[in-house]
């Protein structure tokens, strides 16, 4: 079992940054994979970046300038720097983790294994 507990949401105006955090605890060996989705109110939802054990990234094209994947192993910590953040930004951001090796990039909620209980991410114009 992993257990993951998100931190660092909150509101900011647009144009503002916000780092989000995320510890992995548990069996932390086990997981392969660490990544966030986000979902807004009445969307699916939808990868915004994952990063594998040994630090190859994927991001979402809406995030690829703007918000940063990375990964602290010692700690068990994944964040996500997000820059330049936009009014469509405004979501509940999750961390996720997943337990199998994946060839390319996971980007599907299928795709992973365990999901934190969110942060919600408010951004104002």
């Known amino acids: 079992q992993v257990q993951l507990v998100e931190s660092g949401g909150g509101s900011v105006q647009a144009g503002g940054s916000l780092r989000l955090s995320c510890v992995v605890s548990?069996?932390?060996?086990?997981?392969?994979?660490l990544g966030w989705f986000r979902q807004a109110a009445g969307k699916e939802r939808e990868q915004v970046a994952g990063?594998?054990?040994?630090?190859?990234?994927c991001t979402a094209d809406f995030a690829a300038d703007r918000f940063t994947i990375s990964q602290d192993n010692a700690e068990n910590t994944v964040f996500l720097q997000m820059n330049s953040l936009q009014p469509d930004d405004t979501a509940m951001y999750f961390c996720v983790a997943r337990t199998l090796a994946y060839f390319g990039c996971p980007r599907t909620p299928q795709s992973w294994h365990y999901w934190g209980q969110g942060t919600q991410v408010t951004v104002s114009s």
């Open positions: 990063i594998s054990h040994g630090g190859h990234t």
């Open positions: 548990g069996d932390t060996r086990s997981r392969q994979w």
